[in-house]
């Protein structure tokens, strides 16, 4: 991990495209202002997370679901 220190109204350039610049400091808590292209997604690191969380339980196959269509590729026959 990179760490670098900067003050208020400083900014950190990432590859030509994305600008980081610190808006304010009080105490613990730091503003950050981020400038980037509109495809690059941002998020905040605990949502992120949560979203990748979702994406894994949407791609689980679900077993009464596997079941559900596996009896109707089967057929009413059988």
Known sequence: MLVLSRKKGETIV???Q???T?????????KVGISAPK???IFRKEV?????????????PQQSDLNALIDRLRGPDN
């Open 18 to 20: 994305i600008e980081l």
């Open 48 to 60: 992120y997370l949560s979203i990748q969380e979702a994406n894994r339980e949407s791609a689980a």
């Open 14 to 16: 990432i590859q030509d």
């Open 22 to 30: 610190i808006l304010s400091v009080d105490g613990d808590t730091v």
């Open 39 to 41: 495809h690059v997604d």
